[in-house]
């Protein structure tokens, strides 16, 4: 850093990780694609997981990581960002960056990782040069399950 100096903050942020759902557009203003994204960020900063849709079938039944995705590069996560490449056997491979922030830069709330901003390019197939970006991704809670109470029997 030579003779730079100064002051920064550094911010830990949690994995990303779970089900994520949202509804993307794309630039050229055509319908909205309703889309769930479920994905595991491992300690080396891989990404793992499944995207898919039934509204749209470029996303309908993609792996993040797959085979073709790979030809691409790696799915990996950095700080509040998620790079990830997600592709079918179809070909079809799209591009995911997943962000902390919006497109201007200011920070969701609530904070990542309860939802995350997404930016999507379509690289291979069909949909190929389609692009776009969302509403916040909001991540999927999972009720707690409630039990009946057991009642005691009566033996006569």
Known sequence: MQADSGKFTATLYQPLSGTLSGTIESYAQTNTIDVTV?????????????????????????????????????S?????????????????????????????GNALSPAWPSQAYVTYYVLAGPCSGNSGTDSPFHKVEQAPVKHA??????MR
Do not use: E, H, K
């Open 38 to 74: 479920t994905l595991t960020t491992a300690t080396n900063f891989n990404v793992t997981g499944t995207v898919t849709s039934s509204t749209n079938t470029c996303f309908g039944d993609l792996t993040i990581n797959g085979t073709a995705a790979q030809q691409y590069g790696a």
């Open 76 to 104: 990996v996560a950095s700080g509040d960002l998620i790079n990830m490449y997600a592709s079918d056997s179809n070909g079809d491979v799209v591009a995911f960056l997943f962000s902390a922030t919006d497109q201007n």
């Open 149 to 154: 109470p057991v009642r005691p029997r009566s």
